[in-house]
């Protein structure tokens, strides 16, 4: 069974034989994982922000990088920052991200993120024409896209989900930016993330959310009825809007 073409993606390599452990110091899970099938994870700025998520996976001495295509210059370009005298090599990998649903192709892996969002594989053939509305996917699991809820620079990811998207390990030991997702993770209680939500009619992406006149956060991805927004908890309440359109927290 082949996959839908997922075009907006791109899969980068690392090769060379320090290409584990010079990973491994670098991004929020454990590549330990890899064994067992996709690595979901983050790079982050020393400062513990966010700057791209992507999947890892293994294919004989290289481990694949699936990222989004509009990210993967510059995600290598960091990379490359922190190679040193490390014996690894980043490059493009030459092939297509196929997604799909049901029965997985052979040598596809699981998304690690959702049950619901299918399975995954790297082939050197392009995908079927999409026709599964992903949108609608993400919205109703709450899962956050790049560049639009995962905001380079500027996202936290534990206000993202990581933890519960399988995307941070707590007992890997260090990586770029560890200390701050720690510190978030341990000392202090988060009041603002990403959450689902219902509204009463569509938005535009970015639109701010009012409580009682104060802003409490805004709405991202939209579909059915639902969508992702980015709220502060001290500000959410019942009397949310976005616009003309009333919007309620809805049922975790």
């Keep these: 069974m082949r996959g839908e073409e997922a075009a907006d993606r791109r899969v980068l390599q690392v090769t060379g034989k320090d290409r584990r452990d010079f990973l491994q110091g670098l991004v929020t899970n454990d590549l330990e994982r890899l064994s067992q099938g996709l690595v979901y994870a983050a790079l982050l700025t020393p400062q513990g922000k966010y700057l791209a998520d992507f999947f890892l996976a293994e294919r004989g001495e ?31 990998a030459a092939l297509h991200v196929q997604r799909g649903l049901g029965t997985p192709s052979e040598g596809a892996f699981a998304d690690p993120r959702h049950p ?22 993400r919205v109703s699991a709450c899962i956050p896209e790049s ?48 959450f689902p939500v219902l509204l009463e009619s569509p938005v535009p992406v970015g639109t701010e959310i009012l409580s009682d006149g104060k802003v409490a956060g805004r709405i991202f991805t939209q579909s059915g009825g639902m969508g992702i927004a980015y709220l502060r908890l001290d500000r959410a309440g019942d009397a949310m809007a976005a616009g003309e359109a009333r919007v309620t927290l809805a049922e975790a």
């Design 147 to 194: 560049g639009i809820e995962l905001i380079p620079d500027d996202s936290y990811i534990l206000e993202c989900g990581f933890e519960r998207l399988n995307g941070v390990d707590f007992r890997k030991g260090c990586y770029v930016g560890q200390e701050v997702t720690a510190r978030m993770k341990h000392k202090t209680e988060l009041r603002k993330g990403l």
């Design 62 to 92: 290289a481990i694949l990088i699936d990222v989004k295509a509009d990210m993967a210059e510059a995600l290598a370009r960091r990379l490359g920052m922190y190679r040193l005298r490390a014996d690894v090599a980043i490059g493009d």
């Design 116 to 137: 619901s969002l299918g399975w995954r594989l790297y082939a050197p053939e392009a995908g079927d024409t999409p026709v599964v509305d992903w949108d609608a996917l």
